[in-house]
């Protein structure tokens, strides 16, 4: 089995459900709030551990009860959290998530000390990307440090996974080259390569897709993996493309949806698993996050994942 090293965000969310989504200059009432433990980076390494990873992470933590209790956490599904900076000067990252009954959502983040996950901080642990096997990075940290990251990584021989959320409107030709994996839905795809952002109704939804994967392929990405919600993901290379349906669940809550992808898929592909099998795998995992509330604590553990896979397996 592979290493992974996950870098990224670690932060508090605080979670408040309502019948519909505010409209620009509306104000609602709340059904009910939560405070839970995220952050992308966090919320993949807990996935990718809990699914059987093994996993590392660097990130940075304030010095207060939510760092604390977010490094406790990540410990006790096992990530190794030795090289992730506490803070003393700047408060743990925060995220404000508003969910709607139908479990779309929409999410505002305070970065905090991820800002502190900055080049410095990195080149201090480079070691622990050269001990890597996969290397899992999102953009909610700084982006020159981000980019350091993926260059070492990649000189270095490791598989890299970009997962770009949030996505910038750019990112250097240079990084693409250096990706095994880019890993956007539809939205981030759209926004990268310059195309329409958003696709519901699109009466060309297929062709939207292709053309933006391929404007990315050609700039250097090997693999890109578009999660499509409940019409699955779609795996595109050069001269291949291949789509996967989603499962079939009610979904109450599509917070950690992607990181659960993301670790899931990290850490299938960490134990051997071939690309298919680790998407289908990833799929699985996914589906069952959305029918549960929150962030971490929606992620499912490996025999939820296998037990869904064969009984889906024995519905074809």
Known sequence: MGDILVIGSMNVDMTVRVKELPKAG????AQSM????GGKGANQAFAAARLGGRVRMLGCVGDDDFGRKQLQALSGEGVDVSGINVDQTVATGSAFICVEENGGNCIVVNQGANLSCDEGYLSRQKEMILESDIVLVQMEIPREALYQ???EASLAGKRVILNPAPAPEYIPD??????DYLTPN???LMRLSGGKEDLTGCTE???ALKAGTQKLLDKGVKTIIVTMGDKGCGVFKKGYTAYYPAKSVKAVDTTAA?????GAFAAALAEGMAEADAVEFAICASAIAVTRCGAQESLPLRSEVTALAAAAREAV
Request: charged fraction near 30%; glycine fraction near 10%; charge should be negative.
């Open 149 to 151: 990251a993926i260059e």
């Open 26 to 29: 509306e104000t609602i009432l």
């Open 186 to 188: 539809e939205t981030e």
């Open 174 to 179: 240079g990084i693409y080259r250096k990706l």
């Open 34 to 37: 939560s405070y839970g433990l």
């Open 205 to 207: 939804y297929e062709e």
């Open 258 to 262: 992607g990181d659960c992808f993301n």
